[in-house]
C-alpha cells in the first residue's frame, strides 16, 4: 500500500485541500515552494504513463478546481508529474505537484 493509498483510506493525517468521489488534494509534508499541494487519485495507478487518458482528463478538471480553491489562478502556478526513476518519482501513486504562491524559479 502506498503511502498515498494510506491517506485517502485515513491511515495517515492530511491537510486537504479538496476532494471528490475520485480524487484528492492536500498539502505537500515537504514543501517545495510557498504553496505545494499534490492532486492524486484515490484509486491507485503507478503513474502518468500507466493512466487512462480519461482519467487524466477528470483530473485535470479537479487540478483546475484544486487551483481555484487556492487562490492562484491568476498569479499562475506550476503543474509537474515525476515518472519513474529518471523522472525522480518516489511515491509509486500518480500525482501532480501543483506549485505556486511565489515566482518561481526557471529550468
Ligand atoms: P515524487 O517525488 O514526485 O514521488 O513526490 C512525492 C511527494 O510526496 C514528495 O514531494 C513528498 O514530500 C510527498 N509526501 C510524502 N509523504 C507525504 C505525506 N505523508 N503527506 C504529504 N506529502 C507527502
Known amino acids: 500500500m502506498t503511502v498515498f493509498e494510506k491517506i485517502v483510506a485515513g491511515e495517515i493525517p492530511c491537510k486537504k ?10 498539502y505537500d509534508i515537504a514543501p ?12 491507485c495507478v503507478k503513474d502518468f504513463q500507466e493512466a487512462d487518458p480519461k ?5 485535470s478538471g479537479f487540478i483546475q478546481e484544486v487551483v481555484r480553491v487556492l487562490g ?3 498569479s499562475g502556478y506550476r503543474i509537474i508529474s515525476n515518472i519513474g526513476t529518471h523522472g525522480g518519482q518516489e511515491v509509486p501513486h500518480l500525482h501532480f505537484h ?10
Open 55 to 59: 482519467l487524466l482528463g477528470e483530473l
Open 32 to 43: 517545495k515552494a510557498t504553496i505545494h499541494v499534490l492532486a492524486i487519485p484515490k484509486k
Open 17 to 26: 485541500v479538496l476532494e471528490n468521489e475520485k480524487f484528492l488534494a492536500f
Open 72 to 74: 492562484i489562478e491568476q
Open 98 to 107: 501543483i506549485l505556486g504562491g511565489q515566482k518561481l524559479g526557471s529550468f
